[in-house]
């Protein structure tokens, strides 16, 4: 009982209010049922509460637009509508904001179709993939411009350069300048190969060899059939055949200065040419080359570094000894009197001036050496070669004569060129070489009196 009257006195609490507002408030069913919409609600916007027949109803919220293309929602108690895609009802609904489509509704829902190829958005939808075109987009519609240029062309006319040597061609829409066979300057004429001296004539390339040079045998012809014409190491050499001539013709030589003659002994179908220098001033010289390194000069020598990368001591003129005072030829560095590059060989060539070895008969080179170096004869090299346009050809070394010290004087060095004769115009070069950085604290070589003698007259 003492809980009812509990209930009882909250129904006359609610009725008290109701009394002092005025507001109606229906009063809840003591069976359990509802007495208003106030008892129903829920705190769902999207819901209408309602009390029937004492039962609380909660109802969604009625969102339908009516139209079967949209998805009806209620949300935080507003309706939404939002549109279903590809569904329409009519041709407007299919919209895609694309000028350049014809938009319709079909049972299928919207189709776009674009009825024109050259209708146009932007520049991309123009691109027609040719670099000789201007691609633009102007009103919804592609304007493809061809250009002229020089890649671009449509008749042989466009490709025009104005140079006599190229064949202008229009090939595909692109101009093709082929080179032909024809030249305005010289310098289009150089083929690279250092024995031919190209000029440019009448718009047609020719050369001219450069004497004693060549790259192949074929380049050292001298016309004489008994000699047998070869091309080593870029110079040209004539070897003298046998048995090849019947009458003095046949050995005419190239050079003025050789008398030659046919010899035929035994009575031999063909004999052999002997040759000889003409024993005159303009032909034949006693002595091509006389440098004693006096009075402070190198005598036309010119000296190059071997090791340019990281330099060291090279060939000087220095007085410290001579075999002919008061001066000599010196490798090593004048102020220390050694040759030690620390972690770097070391080495150095010096280069006379040109000699003429057929200008005179049994050539013979002389000269005076002074070394002291490592007692290895294989390292510290001192060599003499001789260089007609291309490697130097050696024709001495003291590693080659076993010589690493030559006992602190001076020893006299001779050598045959005779066998070099046919090489014609040389220079010779003497050259220092440590080959390597070991054991460099030495005082060097010296080279004096050097000497290249011949004979002249019967």
């Known amino acids: 009982m003492r809980g009812h009257r509990g209930v009882w006195a909250i129904g006359l609490a609610a009725a008290a209010v109701a009394c002092s507002t005025g507001d109606s408030i ?42 079967d293309c949209t998805a009806d929602a209620c949300r ?14 009519k041709d407007a609904d299919c ?13 299928d829902g919207c189709r ?11 520049q991309d939808d123009c691109d027609d993939k040719d670099d000789c075109t201007i ?11 061809w250009m002229k240029s020089s890649l671009c062309c449509k008749t042989d006319g466009d490709c025009a350069d104005g140079l006599p040597c190229t064949d202008d061609k229009c090939v595909d829409g692109k101009c093709s300048h082929k080179s032909t066979v024809c030249c305005t300057i010289d310098d289009e004429c ?32 001298d016309k004489n059939a008994c000699t047998l014409d070869a091309c080593d190491d870029g110079d040209c050499e004539h070897a003298k055949t046998t048995a090849c001539c019947t009458k003095d013709a046949d050995c005419l030589p190239a050079d003025p200065c050789i ?13 052999d040419c002997v040759e000889k220098l003409r024993d005159t001033p303009e032909c034949c010289s006693a002595t091509l080359l006389d440098v004693a390194f006096d009075a402070g000069g190198l005598g036309g020598f010119t000296v190059e570094d071997l090791y340019p990368a990281t330099p060291g001591p090279v060939w000087v003129v220095d007085s410290a000894r001579s075999a002919s005072p008061p001066s000599s030829l010196y490798f090593g560095d004048p102020a220390t009197h050694e040759y030690d590059g620390g972690a770097n060989p070391v080495g150095a060539q010096a280069v006379s ?13 002389t000269f005076n050496l002074w070394k002291e170096t490592e007692l290895t004869a294989s390292q510290d090299v001192v060599s003499i070669g001789l260089v007609a346009g291309g490697a130097p050809t050696l024709v001495w070394s003291s590693a080659v004569q076993g010589i690493a010290t030559t006992g602190g004087a001076f020893l006299p060095i001779a050598v045959d060129l005779a066998p070099f004769q046919a090489k014609g115009k040389v220079r010779l070069a003497i050259r220092f070489d440590t080959l390597n950085a070991f054991a460099n604290g030495y005082e060097g070589a010296y080279v004096d009196d050097v000497k290249v003698e011949g004979t002249c007259g019967e």
Not at 56 to 63: E, L, V
Not at 76 to 89: F, K, L, S
Not at 135 to 145: F, L, M, S
Not at 353 to 365: G, K, W
């Open 26 to 67: 229906p009063m809840a069913d003591p069976g359990g049922g509802c007495g208003g919409v106030v008892g129903c609600d829920d705190a769902d916007p999207c819901t209408v509460d309602t009390c029937v027949n004492g039962q609380c109803r909660h109802a969604a919220k009625p969102c339908d637009d009516g139209n």
């Open 76 to 89: 935080d108690g507003a309706c939404v509508h939002e549109a279903t895609p590809g569904c329409c009802r």
């Open 95 to 107: 919209d895609d904001k694309d000028p350049c489509t014809t938009d319709t509704c079909t049972s």
């Open 112 to 122: 776009h179709v674009r009825p024109d190829a050259s209708c146009c958005v932007n």
């Open 135 to 145: 691609d633009e987009c102007v009103d919804n519609r592609c304007r493809n411009t």
């Open 190 to 221: 150089d083929d690279g190969n250092p024995c031919r001296i190209w000029r440019c004539e009448k718009q047609t390339c020719a050369y001219d060899l450069v004497p004693g040079c060549c790259r192949v045998d074929e380049d050292c012809d």
């Open 259 to 271: 008398a030659a003659t046919c010899v035929v002994t035994g009575g031999a179908e063909k004999g």
């Open 353 to 365: 001036p040109e000699i003429d070895l057929a200008r005179t008969m049994a050539p013979r080179l």
